[in-house]
């Protein structure tokens, strides 16, 4: 297969292990020009990865020919107007998460992307991972029964205590939903279908929060969207789960995903990783029991999403992470506050089909 051709809008943190996986692990892909605001980090990544190229704009970049795919790694608030810009450009797009800060501006990149025949996807990928496509089956395979319900919870007490530039987590199109709902929405729906609706509590707990990490310590940012949520889903197929994402709470852990069944109980790992050991619980058993990894990229992978889209480009298959399931795991997170502004539970607009399970390949790097 061609190599797909790739630029990178956006080097901030999490652009080191897509780079690394992207230039060195999948094997149809090529990131072929990067660039970011900050010219340094351009010409670093451009450096320390071997990239052809170093745009001096994003205008730039979405006039190369070359580029195929724009992978957009910008902030979350920038997500919109940057994919935009890129599928008005004719680009293909997969986006970082959130796919948009609101449903509105989600519905207008799909409906965007629709009309000019792009491809548009995005993160997280690590539902890809051997540990979600584990899950999965082991659902799929009727070891819990009918599912009946889930739990999913992330709790911490915000990025300000370790990220070098926190603030944009507590301004528009940030807060623990946006910013970490997406790995738990996202796990949720590819083990159990689509939302039909939902009801949601949510608070802003403090109104400022100082940086202790360096290198802007002492720093006091405002709050401005929720860092405490709470919500019930009420699936297609019955099934009802409780969530609850927060920046505000001290505790020992962060991650906690549970599948209910008539048959069973599926502890399910952090949707943030790729791996990590799931227990299933069965009335038999009495007590949890480890299940083995039944899948490959259980390590980070972080690009595996782009590179299932790159052969889904190629080859007409379906992208496995595209934006019907990015807009209904956004219309579910923003779902959240309109319920809890307006009281009431609400049925979703979006609807949501699971997309295919992955396959093995014995060529690690090339996707089925």
Known sequence: MEKVRIGILGLGAISGIYLKNLTGLFKEVEVIGVYDLIPEKTAQAQKEYGIPKAYTSMEEMLQDEEVEIVLNLTRPFEHYAT???????????????????????????????????????????TFMGAAIQTCRKLIDDGFIG???????????????????????YYQYGGGPMMDMGPYYMTALVNLLGGVKGLTGLTAKSFETRTITSEPQCGTVIPVEVPTHVNGILQFVNGAVATVTTTFDVYYDRQDKLEIYGTQGT??????????GSIT???????????????????ENSRGLGVADMAKALRTGRACRAD?????????????????????????????????PAMAHNPVRGILD
């Open 323 to 355: 934006c019907s399931q990015t807009l209904h795991v956004l219309e579910i997170m923003t779902a959240f506050e309109k319920s809890s502004l307006e009281g009431r539970y609400l049925e979703l607009e979006t609807t949501y089909e699971r997309g």
């Open 280 to 298: 299933l619980l069965r009335p038999e058993d009495g007590s949890f029991k480890e299940i083995p990894l039944a899948f490959d990229y259980q």
């Open 146 to 168: 009918r599912p009946i319900g889930a739990t999913a919870q992330m709790i911490c007490h915000g990025h300000e205590s370790w990220h070098p530039a926190p603030a944009f």
């Open 83 to 125: 994919t935009k810009a890129a599928l008005l450009a004719g680009k293909h797009v997969y986006s970082e998460k959130p796919l948009a800060a609101t449903l509105e501006e989600g519905k207008e990149l799909v409906a965007l992307a629709r009309e000019k025949g792009l491809l548009l996807a995005g993160a997280p990928d």
């Open 266 to 275: 599926l502890r399910v790992p952090d949707p943030n990783c790729f791996g």
